[in-house]
């Protein structure tokens, strides 16, 4: 099983971004990805998770209506994408196999995406 | 602030026992399982514990989880200088319709 992230991007506030993670060594409609952000010198947060199978996406509170998770099934694909990027969104982003809805067993390297004028 | 709490650090000496809490309510802990992740820095978390008590393959048996009502815990025992990460709990939570992050714990091998 691996999970491969795009590399790190570098935007101005108010531009848009979607970031990738690339899966393989398993059958990608069998298990939702989650996303999870680490915003620098601060814990974990989790984002929300999809259901490749369906593009069904729950998303965590603080995300709702700030970010879109989404799934490209011919990809084995799930992506992360931000309208108009603030500074705030400053962050290492994580995506990870999740069974059982909780447990995140598979994790990507990460994607650092830094928001600056 | 975390909605599961736990202690911003932890320390131990090598081959010492240290436990590391993680407290909740009943929306989270109390009726969900708990996962732990270490994560060492500039490198992805890593699945540590998995309902409540559970290892996944791979991970030594130093490690062990336990759960209490609305609480749980993380121990480590014969500590080794490669177990200086952080360490943190998980929780799905019935009011947020979420899954829920401690707050982590950045443990210390003195």
């Known amino acids: 099983v691996q999970l491969v992230q795009s590399g790190a991007e570098v935007k101005k506030p108010g531009e848009s971004l979607k970031i990738s993670c690339k899966t393989s060594?398993?059958?990608?409609?069998?298990?939702?990805i989650g996303w999870v952000r680490q915003m620098p010198g601060k814990g974990l947060e989790w984002m929300g998770i999809?259901?490749?199978?369906?593009?069904?996406?729950i998303y965590s509170p603080s995300f709702q209506g700030q970010v879109t998770i989404s799934a490209d099934k011919s990809l084995s694909t799930a992506y992360l994408q931000w309208g108009s990027l603030k500074a705030s969104d400053t962050a290492m982003y994580y995506c990870?196999?999740?069974?059982?809805?909780?447990?995140?067993?598979?994790w990507g390297q990460g994607t650092l995406v830094t928001v600056s004028s | 602030q975390s909605v599961l709490t736990q202690p911003p650090s932890a320390s131990g000496t090598p081959g010492q026992r240290v436990t590391i809490s993680c407290s909740g309510s009943?929306?989270?802990?109390?009726?969900?399982?708990v996962n732990w992740y270490q994560h060492l820095p500039r490198t992805a978390p890593k699945l540590l514990i998995y309902?409540?008590?559970q290892r996944p393959s791979g991970v030594p048996d130093r490690f062990s989880g336990s759960k209490s009502g609305t609480s749980a815990s993380l121990a480590i025992s014969g500590l080794q200088s490669e177990d200086e990460a952080d360490y943190y709990c998980?929780?799905?939570?019935?009011?947020?319709?979420?899954?829920?992050f401690g707050g982590g714990t950045k443990l210390t091998v003195l």
């Open positions: 999809i259901n490749p199978g369906d593009s069904n996406a």
């Open positions: 998980t929780a799905w939570d019935d009011s947020l319709n979420a899954v829920i």
């Open positions: 309902t409540n008590n």
């Open positions: 990870a196999r999740i069974w059982e809805v909780t447990i995140h067993d598979y």
């Open positions: 060594g398993y059958t990608f409609t069998s298990h939702w």
């Open positions: 009943s929306s989270n802990i109390g009726s969900n399982s």
